[in-house]
């Protein structure tokens, strides 16, 4: 599986939009991006995936540049409980298959 | 989302001993589940894959005889932790997925802490 690339932190005000960089340059024609995320002492949650085209659900906005090497999630309107490590990965485009996580992105959202 | 769920919570033995971790998809059937362990302040390290029915497959570095990983049916899989030492204090992450869903769900983790 590709790797990704991503800031190893960042800050954000309550109510206002997150916008968390991924960097996979290296990125397979079959390999979707997924992204989770684990607030401390939990078992990740996954957020979104997606393959080429944006995607969007009640969590968050993909968004994946045409070249497919590099994407964005993007929380809209970041509360104190999306404090969490936010994790992209890419895997194999059969999701049953094995996720291999980085380091992800510590995200503090603060008052 | 799907539910799984993980039992003990949390878990505390004695060197030596040896510690069973359950994993349970409670709505849906889970044809691999995954094995994780994460170390404090570190990322998940993926351990094992376990397909039902068939052996687990271990990542590099695993040692499969000390960490067996048993998957009998669709909706329950185990770690057991054999002669458990202090290094192998970890928090300890399980996750489901089918052929009918996109996503893995992970359960909540059980804390090992080994005496």
């Known amino acids: 599986d590709a790797k990704t690339t991503q800031p190893p932190s960042m800050d954000c005000a309550e109510g206002r939009a997150a916008n968390l960089p991924c960097n996979h340059s290296?990125?397979?024609?079959?390999?979707?991006v997924y992204w989770y995320r684990q607030i401390h002492s939990q078992g990740p949650q996954y957020i979104i995936h997606?393959?080429?085209n944006n995607e969007t659900n009640e969590m968050a906005s993909l968004i994946i540049t045409e070249d497919r090497k590099s994407s964005t999630l993007i929380l809209p309107h970041a509360t104190l409980r999306d404090t969490a490590v936010y994790y992209c990965?890419?895997?194999?485009?059969?999701?049953?298959?094995?996720?291999?996580f980085g380091a992800g992105t510590q995200v503090v959202v603060t008052p | 989302g799907a539910v799984v769920s993980q039992h003990p919570s949390r878990v505390i033995c004695k060197s030596g001993t040896s510690v069973k971790i359950e994993c349970r998809s409670l709505?849906?059937?889970?044809?691999?589940m995954f094995w994780y362990r994460q170390f404090p302040k570190q990322s998940l390290m993926l351990m094992a894959t376990?397909?039902?029915?068939?052996?687990?497959?271990?990542e590099q570095g695993v040692e499969k005889d000390k960490f067996l990983i048993n998957h009998a049916s669709l909706t329950l899989s185990t770690l057991t932790v054999t002669s458990a030492h202090p290094e192998d204090s970890s928090f300890y992450i399980c996750?489901?997925?089918?052929?009918?869903?996109?996503?893995?769900?992970f359960g909540p983790g059980t804390r090992l802490t080994v005496t």
């Open positions: 376990s397909n039902e029915g068939s052996k687990a497959t271990y």
């Open positions: 996750s489901a997925s089918s052929k009918s869903i996109y996503e893995q769900y």
């Open positions: 290296t990125i397979s024609g079959n390999e979707y």
């Open positions: 997606g393959l080429k």
């Open positions: 990965i890419v895997s194999a485009t059969d999701s049953w298959g094995k996720l291999q």
């Open positions: 709505d849906f059937q889970a044809t691999t």
